[in-house]
Antibody
Framework: EVQLVQSGGGLVEPGGSLRLSCAAS????????MTWVRQAPGKGLEWVGH??????????DYAAPVKDRFTVSRDDSKNMFYLQMNSLKAEDRAVYYC??????????WGQGTLVTVSS | DIVMTQSPDSLAVSLGERATINCKSS????????????LAWYQQQPGQPPKPLIY???TRASGVPDRFSGSGSGTDFTLTISTLQAEDVAVYYC?????????FGQGTKVEIK
């Protein structure tokens, strides 16, 4: 059974940093492309960024609002996927989901974790 | 960026009746190399992560009931729930994966009339 279990999140002050983690199991993690999606309270879904499998170069891509502030990474030896968020703004407040990506479609999702940016 | 626009924003349908949601993209999502449309549909119930329903515009994800179907090509797509059940009350999103950044429609809320 595929499982994505998220951790991290919480309250951080504007300008602060936070790291989200996503522990994967039940599939060959090293072959998977992994994505972060966020959802502001009461709003729709917004793609944040993704990382390809090492076999496909391990490259990353980001949405414009988070580019140069957020970093997606992976540790295939631990089946872990990360989102490092720096210079956080109030508008980054959202539930963040990790997901597996198959040709761009998002087929398995984590449970989500809330990030609140407030002083 | 590819803009995805869903219609309507919400709809109320009687139990057992048909629900139809439309999704329009600002450019074609059809890869001519494999003749597939890079369009997915998701269902999100309150407090839950999205659940995939449809890939490649018309392929049902594993375990999805056959009352859910997807159609369309190019820039115009439709999600149809043939006979609405109480458990189908949710927000539905389309998503393009033709080019990054992947983008979603704004969502359509489906309720029981």
């Amino acid at each position: 059974e595929v499982q994505l279990v998220q951790s991290g999140g919480g309250l951080v002050e504007p300008g602060g940093s936070l790291r989200l983690s996503c522990a994967a199991s039940g599939f060959t993690f090293s072959d998977a492309w992994m994505t972060w999606v966020r959802q502001a309270p009461g709003k729709g879904l917004e793609w944040v960024g993704h990382i390809k499998s090492q076999r496909h170069g391990g490259t990353t891509d980001y949405a414009a609002p988070v580019k140069d502030r957020f970093t997606v990474s992976r540790d295939d030896s631990k089946n872990m996927f990360y989102l490092q968020m720096n210079s956080l703004k109030a508008e980054d407040r959202a539930v963040y989901y990790c997901a597996t990506e198959f040709h761009g479609a998002l087929n398995f999702w984590g449970q989500g974790t809330l990030v609140t940016v407030s002083s | 960026d590819i803009v995805m626009t869903q219609s309507p924003d919400s709809l109320a349908v009687s139990l057992g009746e048909r629900a139809t949601i439309n999704c329009k993209s600002s450019q074609s999502l059809l890869y001519t190399s494999n003749n597939k449309n890079n369009l997915a549909w998701y269902q999100q119930q309150p407090g839950q992560p999205p659940k995939p329903l449809i890939y490649w515009a018309s392929t049902r994800a594993s375990g999805v009931p056959d009352r859910f179907s997807g159609s369309g090509s190019g820039t115009d797509f439709t999600l149809t729930i043939s006979t609405l059940q109480a458990e189908d009350v949710a927000v539905y999103y389309c998503q393009q994966y033709y080019a990054t950044p992947w983008t979603f429609g704004q969502g359509t809320k489906v309720e029981i009339k």
